[in-house]
């Protein structure tokens, strides 16, 4: 998804997969879910646990304790005792948190804590997932891809049966992404490539640089260095003997979708067969971070105050593109802005916002750190345009119509005519009248209501994607 400026959204879940090792007659696949009272507090673990290659498993946590949750918690250690029915889980995310547990059938009691202090709990199996159902379907590989400055962590689902299939390489949005595109307690990646798989396409996807099991750095990379690891996935993607390396592509989810433009763009041997633009920009990045400025912003402002910002946000983003990394004259040019944004408040909006410790001093640190990075600085620059007018390949542009992030009419219309200035791609576009931006169906699109929708990423859209895909 792309970053928000401003009031800066940062959504980070590493995503560790360790394998766990079970017998064969074991299968703790599924949801788990359980509660205790700690403190006269409520505390609420959900353990999800997923099947591997064979009999090999990886497990994630979600904790809510009295109504503050976290999802997608990876097990930094994990095993499974298949003759002793144990498991044992422990979250280093969660500060050493630790549980041990015995299962007896849909039943996993034990306990849970940590530095010593554990606490009994049990929990029941209430969900076995698509993906464990689908296990006996296809088969799932850990592999590893070497890049220029990292070393990918990644999953490979693909049929059980001899062939040569078409493959698909998921490239995440920005900010630091696990393999499943984790947010909040969605995980599109992890439907696209369990639904592809189950229709005979070879699925690619990998951990960023930096987060999970992927080595490298995330913070002092650029977009160009992204798209470096997904020109390496490729690669790795079309060396498999199980894959057709002439119906290789690209699936990049909003900054994704301007990677997969890049790669396609290049005309090298390596690049796509055919990239899926999903939620992906076609204006330039800086007009989606004015649009999303514009968002956030919108709430807090009387109506007559709104076009004033609307030019205010579009002038600085101007300027700002034409930054040459001075911290100094950014640093100005940040304060300078948030100054006159706070300015168009009123003053009980602002005394309100103080209140939860969001002050005009705490955004322009806030988004010093964020807007002087070396991504912002390349991202801000970034054209879609540049790369559209040199794609030859096949193209499927996805797009929700309640995407609050990236805009359906702007975007889409920008990619059509980028595009219509080469003669040999071909271009199919899809627009869901009730999608957001990450494809599920909701009821205004907007950030905010992403941890409360509980849909599975839509059904409609994972057909029409398996179709084009089949039919390249």
């Given amino acids: 998804m792309i970053r928000f400026i401003y009031v800066y959204l940062a959504i980070a879940f590493l995503a560790l997969t360790p394998r766990l090792a079970a017998a064969q007659n074991e299968n703790p696949a599924g949801k788990w879910k359980g509660h205790l009272s700690k403190d006269g507090v ?20 979600d904790l809510n304790i009295a109504g503050n949750s976290a999802f997608g918690l990876p097990a930094s250690e994990c095993t ?46 209430v969900e076995t997932p698509a993906t464990a159902i689908a296990n006996t379907a296809y088969a799932i590989d850990s592999v590893t891809i070497k890049g220029k400055n990292a070393r990918l962590a990644a999953t490979v689902t693909h049929p059980w049966e ?32 369990d639904h592809l798989t189950q229709q005979g396409i070879v699925v690619l996807r990998y951990d960023d640089r930096g987060v999970g099991g992927s080595t490298g750095d995330f913070a002092t990379a650029t977009t160009a260095d992204f798209a470096d690891d997904a020109a390496a996935a490729v690669r790795f993607a079309r060396k498999l003997p199980y894959v057709d390396k002439n119906r290789v592509g690209v699936l990049g989810h909003s900054e994704g979708g301007i990677i997969a433009m890049m790669l396609a763009a290049e005309g090298k ?26 968002e956030s912003m919108v709430p807090l402002l009387p109506e007559e105050k709104r076009a004033e910002f ?5 002038a ?52 010093l750190s964020a807007m002087t990075t070396p ?56 627009r869901y009248a009730d999608l957001n931006h990450l494809f599920i169906p909701c009821r205004t699109g907007s950030v905010q209501e992403y941890p409360t929708l509980n849909a599975p990423f839509s059904a409609a859209a994972l057909d029409d994607l398996a179709w084009w895909v089949k039919t390249r």
């Fill in 42 to 61: 409520r505390v609420e673990a959900t353990f999800n646990v997923k099947p591997q290659t064979g009999a090999t498993f990886s497990a994630t946590m």
């Fill in 316 to 367: 600085f983003f101007d300027d700002y593109a034409k930054s040459n990394g001075n911290r100094t004259a950014d640093s100005t040019r940040i304060a300078q802005f948030v100054e006159r944004s706070f300015a168009l408040i009123p003053p009980e909006t602002e005394n309100l916002l103080a209140q939860h410790g969001v002050t005009r001093e705490s955004l322009i640190a806030q988004n």
């Fill in 375 to 430: 991504w912002f600085l390349y991202a801000v620059k970034i054209d879609p345009a540049t790369y559209l007018t040199h794609i030859s390949c096949s193209v499927l542009a996805m797009q929700g119509e309640r995407d609050r992030q990236v805009l359906a009419d702007e975007n889409v219309a920008a990619i059509r005519e980028g595009l219509s200035k080469t003669n040999s791609c071909r271009l199919t576009v899809k």
């Fill in 310 to 314: 609307q030019r205010l946000t579009e």
């Fill in 80 to 125: 499974y005792d298949g003759a002793a029915k144990r498991l044992h889980l422990v979250f280093a995310a969660a500060g050493g948190l630790e549980f041990q547990g015995t299962q007896t059938g849909e039943t996993l009691r034990g306990v849970i804590g940590t530095l010593g202090e554990y606490d009994s709990l049990t929990l029941t199996r």
């Fill in 269 to 294: 041997k390596d690049a796509p067969n055919f990239i899926v633009l999903m939620a992906s920009p076609g204006v330039p990045m800086k007009t989606i971070l004015v649009r999303q400025n514009e």
């Fill in 162 to 193: 001899k062939g040569k299939y078409p493959a698909l390489v998921l490239v995440t949005g920005s900010g630091p992404q696990d393999r499943d595109e984790t947010i909040f307690n969605h995980k599109p990646f992890e439907a696209i490539a």
